[in-house]
Each structure stands twice: as structure tokens, then as C-alpha cells.
T-cell receptor, first 112, second 113 residues
Framework: TQLLEQSPQFLSIQEGENLTVYCNSS?????LQWYRQEPGEGPVLLVT?????EVKKLKRLTFQFGDARKDSSLHITAAQPGDTGLYLC????????????FGPGTSLSVIP | DAEITQSPRHKITETGRQVTLACHQT?????MFWYRQDLGHGLRLIHY???????NKGEVSDGYSVSRSNTEDLPLTLESAASSQTSVYFC????????????FGPGTRLTVL
């Protein structure tokens, strides 16, 4: 059972289009991270959101943490081929240690 | 520049053999992690270490072991490789807790025949 679900699993769009990918869970997280992974490489952290309702912008990427801290979204404006990659969300739960749970990822392909 | 490296990048082995995957970081981070990545499952934590001589089991630790004899290295050993352990393995390190930024290596693609 996936604690974190991401949708869509695959997305192929034309350059210049906008898109939103979602990260959902029934669990509450203390924070949520978004990573991007390119083929043959390890994931690279894009952003961490901590407060419910928080919105962070990174150039054309907008990240939002749900009010209840159970879900998050990533919106890309005017997608470019360089945005192609696997987008992973990771929820952090504070137990005896900071447990990081990764979602299965959304594979994005931006066609020139 | 600080970095985290993994070796080998690709490995093919046979069922039942012992395999060790290397991970070396020059960030001087206390925390190091091993994950496996499989289609549809995302990254799953195998083992982690919060410092020298400290090791802990993650969610999918059966059949794997690690040891931490210094800050820089956390080798992952498959005691007796199984076909179910065919996967891409990533090592990561972080300065603080797991909630801190994790810096990932480039991965090792392991095939068990």
C-alpha cells in the first residue's frame, strides 16, 4: 500500500503548455519535499514546504502544501524540454527519527 | 566540490552470490541512506546511518546489511543475491535529520540473474 500517491503517473505535453501534478496521502506530514530526477541520475531536491497552505515558487514552478498537510501540488507554467524528468514527492513524518516516505513519481516529458 | 559517488554504476551477478555496492561522500555528512528504486514503488529505504558505527534498518532491509566504519563510506552488502533484488540502488547523505536536504549519488543498476 502506497502511503503517498502521485498523479498522473505519466504526462506528455507540448512545450509551452501548463501542467499540474499531485501528491496525495491519508497521512499528515510535518513537511513535504519535491525532487526531480533525470534519467541515469539521482534525485535532486527542488523545494521543501513546511506550513499547511504554504506556497513556494521556483521560477516557473509553483509548489503548494495542502491546508491539512496531507497533500501537495506542483504546477509548471509554460513547460520547457528542460523540465523533462521524474518528479518525486516525499513526505516527512516525525517519529523517533525523521521518516521520509517517497511517492512513486510522475514522469514528465515535454516535447519541443 | 563536495560530492557523493557510487560504484560500480552497473553490476550483473548471479543468484546466491555476495555483492557489495560502494558509496562515498565528501560532504562530511553524518547521515547516510541507502534506497532502492523500482517502477511503481518510488524510493524505498533499505538502511540508514546517523554516524560512525551507527546503522539502522529501513522498510525493506531483509537480505541487506551495511557497516559504517568512517564518516565518508556506507557500503551496502547483499549477502546472497536474489532475483527480487534486481533494482537501481541510490545512496544519499544529509547534514542533519532525514528531513534535511538529501544529496543523492548517481545510482547503481544491479541485475541478479
Amino acid at each position: 500500500t502506497q502511503l503517498l500517491e502521485q498523479s498522473p503517473q505519466f504526462l506528455s505535453i507540448q512545450e509551452g503548455e501548463n501542467l499540474t501534478v499531485y501528491c496525495n496521502s491519508s497521512s499528515v506530514f510535518s513537511s513535504l519535499q519535491w525532487y526531480r530526477q533525470e534519467p541515469g541520475e539521482g534525485p535532486v531536491l527542488l523545494v521543501t514546504v513546511v506550513t499547511g497552505g504554504e506556497v513556494k515558487k521556483l521560477k516557473r514552478l509553483t509548489f503548494q502544501f495542502g491546508d491539512a498537510r496531507k497533500d501537495s501540488s506542483l504546477h509548471i507554467t509554460a513547460a520547457q524540454p528542460g523540465d523533462t524528468g521524474l518528479y518525486l514527492c516525499a513526505g516527512v513524518r516525525k517519529t523517533s527519527y525523521d521518516k521520509v516516505i517517497f511517492g512513486p513519481g510522475t514522469s514528465l516529458s515535454v516535447i519541443p | 566540490d563536495a560530492e557523493i559517488t557510487q560504484s560500480p554504476r552497473h553490476k550483473i551477478t548471479e543468484t546466491g552470490r555476495q555483492v557489495t555496492l560502494a558509496c562515498h561522500q565528501t560532504w562530511n555528512h553524518n547521515n547516510m541512506f541507502w534506497y532502492r528504486q523500482d517502477l511503481g514503488h518510488g524510493l524505498r529505504l533499505i538502511h540508514y546511518s546517523y554516524g560512525v558505527h551507527d546503522t539502522n534498518k529501513g522498510e525493506v532491509s531483509d537480505g541487506y546489511s551495511v557497516s559504517r566504519s568512517n564518516t565518508e563510506d556506507l557500503p551496502l552488502t547483499l549477502e546472497s543475491a536474489a532475483s527480487s533484488q534486481t533494482s537501481v540502488y541510490f545512496c544519499a547523505s544529509s547534514e542533519s535529520t532525514g528531513a534535511d536536504t538529501q544529496y543523492f549519488g548517481p545510482g547503481t543498476r544491479l541485475t541478479v540473474l
